[in-house]
T-cell receptor, first 115, second 113 residues
Framework: GAGVSQTPSNKVTEKGKYVELRCDPI?????LYWYRQSLGQGPEFLIY????????DSGLPNDRFFAVRPEGSVSTLKIQRTERGDSAVYLC?????????????FGPGTRLTVL | DAKTTQPNSMESNEEEPVHLPCNHS???????IHWYRQLPSQGPEYVIH???SNVNNRMASLAIAEDRKSSTLILHRATLRDAAVYYC??????????????FGKGTLLTVNP
């Protein structure tokens, strides 16, 4: 079956621009997560959705970052006024529910480069 | 989340077993031990998880120490496709923020042909 997909796979933008990154989770998965991975590091948690609502956005680095999931399926991570330090791979994952014994299924990520 | 400690890198030869260690001395009674791996240019992939007993699946085995302060991921016959970064992660089964995966730097496994 189809896994988690993310678009675009690569995004190059200029400092100060606005970007949107999209995540299509596995159908039927109620839990959706965004992580960010800098070069040489493990992924870091950004935000978790249960259904349509953001249950935990404590990992978002600042108010330039925002994410939505209006219909409980597709999610969009939005970054305003991008900075060079935002360059990273942004990973999306989904799971049937958030319980600790359920695996998270990751997408291939979007590589964001801010020039 | 409790912390885990893993070697930065390990090397193996193809078709030989690989034992990837993880220390988690501050593990709590409700923490599950999860392993994920990340192949080059891909997102992380679930490998296996356990609570107290050793676990086997088609990908690997997980051996958990009796005191649960350490665990070992065992790949029985390494292939070139197993070359990846392997992450050992604790997840709280008692509630709280157990939905988060807290990744460290993991162990970079190199498999030699």
């Amino acid at each position: 079956g189809a896994g988690v997909s993310q678009t675009p796979s690569n995004k190059v933008t200029e400092k100060g621009k606005y970007v949107e990154l999209r995540c299509d989770p596995i159908s039927g998965h109620t839990a959706l997560y965004w992580y960010r991975q800098s070069l040489g590091q493990g992924p870091e948690f950004l935000i978790y959705f249960q259904g349509t609502g953001a249950a935990d956005d404590s990992g978002l680095p600042n108010d330039r970052f925002f994410a939505v999931r209006p219909e409980g399926s597709v999610s969009t991570l939005k970054i305003q006024r991008t900075e060079r330090g935002d360059s990273a791979v942004y990973l999306c994952a989904s799971s049937p529910d958030p319980s600790s014994y359920n695996e998270q299924f990751f997408g291939p990520g979007t590589r964001l480069t801010v020039l | 989340d409790a912390k885990t400690t893993q070697p930065n890198s390990m090397e193996s030869n193809e078709e030989e077993p690989v034992h990837l260690p993880c220390n988690h001395s501050t593990i709590s009674g409700t923490d599950y031990i999860h392993w994920y791996r990340q192949l080059p240019s891909q997102g992380p992939e679930y490998v296996i998880h356990g609570l107290t007993s050793n676990v086997n699946n088609r990908m690997a085995s997980l051996a958990i120490a009796e005191d649960r302060k350490s665990s070992t991921l065992i790949l029985h016959r390494a292939t070139l496709r197993d070359a990846a970064v392997y992450y050992c992660i604790l997840r709280d089964g008692g509630g709280g923020s157990n939905y988060k995966l807290t990744f460290g730097k993991g162990t970079l496994l190199t498999v030699n042909p």
